[in-house]
C-alpha cells in the first residue's frame, strides 16, 4: 500500500511539474537614484527601476529583493513591497529602497588597490535577487545581473 501512495503522489509532482510554466528570467536596470538621507556610514537611496518582462504572459509582482556587489563587496540591498504588473513582452517602472555603505565599500576597494600596487581601470558590479509573484503556480523567479563600469 506504501509504495503504491508514493507513486501516486510521485506522479502527481512530475505532472504538476510539467505543466508548470517555463517563465524568462525578466531584466532589471536602473533609471534612476537619487540620495534620500545620508551620512558617512549609511545611505537611504531611492532608485527607480524598470523590468522588462520577455514572456507571453504578465508579471503580477508582489516584491522584488536585491543585493549589489561592487568589486566583490557588498554595497546595498533594496526591497519593494510595492505589487505592480508588467505587462506580456513588455515594461513597467518602479521606485525602491535601497540601503548602501558607500564608504566602507570605497575604503575596502581602496585598501585592495593599494594591496595589489595600482587602482584597476574598471569595476565589476553583481545584482542577484528574486522577483515575487502575486499569481502563478511559480511564486519566485530569481535572477542575477553581472557588468562593469569604467573608473576613469
Request: aromatic share 6%; charged share 25%.
Given at each position: 500500500m506504501k509504495s503504491w501512495v508514493l507513486g501516486g503522489v510521485a506522479a502527481t509532482l512530475a505532472a504538476c511539474t510539467a505543466f508548470a510554466p517555463?517563465?524568462?528570467?525578466p531584466k532589471l536596470s536602473i533609471?534612476?537614484?537619487e540620495l534620500v538621507k545620508g551620512d558617512l556610514f549609511e545611505q537611504r537611496l531611492r532608485a527607480r527601476i524598470k523590468v522588462e518582462n520577455p514572456n507571453d504572459r504578465e508579471l503580477?509582482?508582489?516584491g522584488i529583493t536585491y543585493t549589489i556587489e561592487v568589486g566583490g563587496e557588498e554595497?546595498?540591498?533594496?526591497?519593494?513591497?510595492?505589487?505592480f504588473t508588467v505587462p506580456r513582452l513588455g515594461e513597467a517602472e518602479f521606485d525602491m529602497n535601497v540601503t548602501a555603505n558607500m564608504a566602507g565599500t570605497l575604503m575596502r576597494l581602496a585598501t585592495r588597490a593599494?594591496?595589489?600596487?595600482s587602482a584597476p581601470d574598471a569595476i565589476d558590479y553583481r545584482?542577484?535577487?528574486?522577483?515575487?509573484?502575486?499569481?502563478?503556480m511559480l511564486r519566485?523567479?530569481?535572477?542575477?545581473e553581472r557588468g562593469r563600469?569604467?573608473?576613469r
Amino acid at each position: 500500500m506504501k509504495s503504491w501512495v508514493l507513486g501516486g503522489v510521485a506522479a502527481t509532482l512530475a505532472a504538476c511539474t510539467a505543466f508548470a510554466p517555463k517563465l524568462e528570467t525578466p531584466k532589471l536596470s536602473i533609471v534612476n537614484v537619487e540620495l534620500v538621507k545620508g551620512d558617512l556610514f549609511e545611505q537611504r537611496l531611492r532608485a527607480r527601476i524598470k523590468v522588462e518582462n520577455p514572456n507571453d504572459r504578465e508579471l503580477a509582482v508582489k516584491g522584488i529583493t536585491y543585493t549589489i556587489e561592487v568589486g566583490g563587496e557588498e554595497f546595498g540591498r533594496g526591497i519593494s513591497g510595492s505589487s505592480f504588473t508588467v505587462p506580456r513582452l513588455g515594461e513597467a517602472e518602479f521606485d525602491m529602497n535601497v540601503t548602501a555603505n558607500m564608504a566602507g565599500t570605497l575604503m575596502r576597494l581602496a585598501t585592495r588597490a593599494r594591496e595589489a600596487g595600482s587602482a584597476p581601470d574598471a569595476i565589476d558590479y553583481r545584482i542577484v535577487g528574486k522577483v515575487s509573484l502575486a499569481t502563478g503556480m511559480l511564486r519566485s523567479i530569481p535572477f542575477e545581473e553581472r557588468g562593469r563600469f569604467k573608473l576613469r
